[in-house]
């Protein structure tokens, strides 16, 4: 597929996604939002991808949404705080849904800077690598006056606790990918030459499992956690009865019982 704003390829069973706009740190426009939902709904629509790594050109991630001159549409006779909820709810939130709504495993690896949306954006993903030299920041309360969006306020405080979550999001102050990873914000912080290597052999350790399992495990971790434990145990039967009939767990209680290492088809 051809994009404006990002690459898309396809190598075996995992999809490739990179934000390609270098110049401007890879910002957040319409047109790389657009990109990112087309992107999305390309692999939600291919039963054949089985993982995705998302990453980025350049020296950053992803400095937030660009604020020079976004290419979304502002009503003239809307406040400027209406134009920025109208462009949340019609672009930014349903292209992060969309991300967020993948049932396969999504890969992330940040290189350089996450900052604002841009790091929401990193934490759509399950598994979050970041290069040593890779920082977090949530810049929106002390350098524009606004608070985190996309996502942030659902996924900080789940993620690092609220105390922490308060002072990202308070204090704007740069989280270091090391830090990011002691924390509980990603899953690991990797030497800058190892980023994409290691964020690839994950997509394709992710592309050759089971990818049923995988699916139902991400559905089971994005419920709202305000369920009981009752509510949580039942859901957790359910889902353990629909991944019992695949063929995947056939193929591992036959591999197990034969002492080899199962191969599975994702069916």
């Given at each position: 597929?051809?994009?404006?704003?990002?690459?898309?390829?396809?190598?075996?069973?995992?999809?490739?996604?990179?934000?390609?706009?270098?110049?401007?740190?890879?910002?957040?426009?319409?047109?790389?939002?657009?990109?990112?939902?087309?992107?999305?709904?390309?692999?939600?629509?291919?039963?054949?991808?089985?993982?995705?790594?998302?990453?980025?050109?350049?020296?950053?991630?992803?400095?937030?949404?660009?604020?020079?001159?976004?290419?979304?549409?502002?009503?003239?006779?809307?406040?400027?705080?209406?134009?920025?909820?109208?462009?949340?709810?019609?672009?930014?939130?349903?292209?992060?849904?969309?991300?967020?709504?993948?049932?396969?495993?999504?890969?992330?690896?940040?290189?350089?800077?996450?900052?604002?949306?841009?790091?929401s954006l990193a934490l759509v993903g399950?598994?979050?690598?970041?290069?040593?030299?890779?920082?977090?920041?949530?810049?929106?309360?002390?350098?524009?006056?606004?608070?985190?969006?996309?996502?942030?306020?659902?996924?900080?405080?789940?993620?690092?606790?609220?105390?922490?979550?308060?002072?990202?999001?308070?204090?704007?102050?740069?989280?270091?990918?090391?830090?990011?990873?002691?924390?509980?914000?990603?899953?690991?912080?990797?030497?800058?030459?190892?980023?994409?290597?290691?964020?690839?052999?994950?997509?394709?350790?992710?592309?050759?499992?089971?990818?049923?399992?995988?699916?139902?495990?991400?559905?089971?971790?994005?419920?709202?956690?305000?369920?009981?434990l009752g509510e949580h145990l039942a859901?957790?039967?359910?889902?353990?009865?629909?991944?019992?009939?695949?063929?995947?767990?056939?193929?591992?209680?036959?591999?197990?019982?034969?002492?080899?290492?199962?191969?599975?088809?994702?069916?």
């Amino acid at each position: 597929m051809q994009f404006d704003t990002l690459l898309f390829a396809q190598r075996e069973h995992v999809a490739y996604v990179t934000l390609n706009r270098p110049d401007r740190l890879n910002a957040l426009n319409g047109g790389l939002i657009h990109d990112l939902h087309a992107a999305a709904d390309a692999i939600a629509s291919r039963p054949e991808i089985r993982a995705v790594l998302l990453t980025a050109s350049g020296r950053g991630f992803c400095a937030g949404a660009d604020l020079t001159g976004s290419g979304l549409p502002d009503d003239p006779g809307a406040s400027r705080g209406e134009n920025i909820r109208a462009h949340l709810v019609d672009h930014f939130n349903p292209m992060v849904s969309a991300w967020y709504r993948l049932r396969v495993p999504v890969v992330v690896a940040v290189n350089g800077v996450a900052a604002g949306a841009g790091a929401s954006l990193a934490l759509v993903g399950d598994i979050v690598l970041a290069a040593r030299s890779a920082t977090f920041l949530q810049l929106f309360a002390p350098k524009l006056g606004l608070m985190p969006d996309l996502g942030s306020t659902f996924y900080l405080p789940r993620l690092v606790g609220t105390a922490r979550a308060k002072g990202l999001a308070m204090l704007g102050e740069a989280l270091s990918a090391a830090d990011a990873a002691d924390w509980g914000l990603i899953w690991g912080c990797v030497e800058d030459g190892e980023l994409i290597p290691r964020a690839e052999a994950l997509a394709h350790r992710f592309a050759a499992g089971p990818t049923q399992a995988y699916q139902h495990i991400k559905e089971v971790f994005n419920v709202e956690p305000s369920r009981t434990l009752g509510e949580h145990l039942a859901l957790e039967a359910d889902q353990q009865r629909i991944l019992a009939d695949t063929r995947d767990f056939a193929e591992g209680v036959e591999a197990f019982r034969n002492k080899r290492a199962p191969t599975f088809t994702g069916k």
